[in-house]
């Protein structure tokens, strides 16, 4: 592939598309033995999750189904508050079904804290939560992530997914955003 980008407007690459590609294999590999006879529903967060989702989907069977949910968090600024507004609900009826929900990443995990309630009072045989990155602050919430891709330090990220002011999410790679871009330096 020949993706356009500029490593100037980033100061580090944290998860590089290598990384992210054999860390996919692994968690893939878990999840096809975990849910072995099961019929499961793969429900992406948009839009951040995207990218990981068509990556993980590829890897699983194709009984694999796919859906997808749209939220907003309130809060101010960039900081989640842990009150959440659907944007785009599920077409799936989750009666009996075994879910994972895809996400890029956990933060303060209070979004994830919420769906995962939201997606539990459903009637859902199962539901779980498979994130690409984990932020420290994800660890004073109560969720329990069942598959984790990367534990990463407390900078802002863009790429494979995530977004500044919604550029930069197809960069194939995760990295440090460039202040400059953000007009501090
Ligand atoms: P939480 O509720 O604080 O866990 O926030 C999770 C959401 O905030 C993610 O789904 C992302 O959309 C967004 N987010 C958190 N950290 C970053 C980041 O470093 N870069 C881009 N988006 C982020
Ligand atoms: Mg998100």
Redo the contacts with the bound molecule.
């Keep these: 592939m020949n993706a356009q980008f500029d490593m100037n407007d980033f100061t580090e690459i944290i998860v590089s598309e290598k990384q992210i590609a054999t860390r996919l294999d692994e968690i893939a590999a878990q999840i096809r033995e975990d849910y072995q006879g099961e019929e499961l529903l793969l429900v992406g967060?948009l839009k951040?999750?995207v990218m990981v989702m068509a990556d993980l989907a590829r890897r699983m069977p194709p009984q694999v189904q796919m859906d997808w949910m749209a939220v907003s968090?309130y809060g101010s600024g960039?900081?989640?508050s842990?009150v959440v507004r659907i944007l785009k609900d599920l077409d799936a009826d989750l009666t009996g079904r075994h879910v994972l929900i895809v996400?890029?990443?956990?933060?303060?995990?209070?979004?994830?804290s919420w769906l995962l309630g939201n997606l539990r009072s459903r009637g859902a045989a199962s539901v779980e939560v498979a994130a690409l990155l984990r932020?420290p602050?994800?660890a004073s919430v109560d969720v329990d992530v069942k598959y984790v891709g990367f534990d990463i330090p407390n900078?802002?990220?863009?790429g494979y997914g995530?977004?500044?002011d919604e550029k930069y999410r197809t960069l194939p790679f995760v990295a440090v955003l460039n202040p400059k871009v953000y007009g501090e330096a």
């Design positions: 967060v951040g999750a968090s960039t900081r989640s842990g996400e890029d990443i956990m933060d303060t995990g209070m979004t994830l932020k602050d994800a900078d802002f990220v863009v995530l977004d500044f």
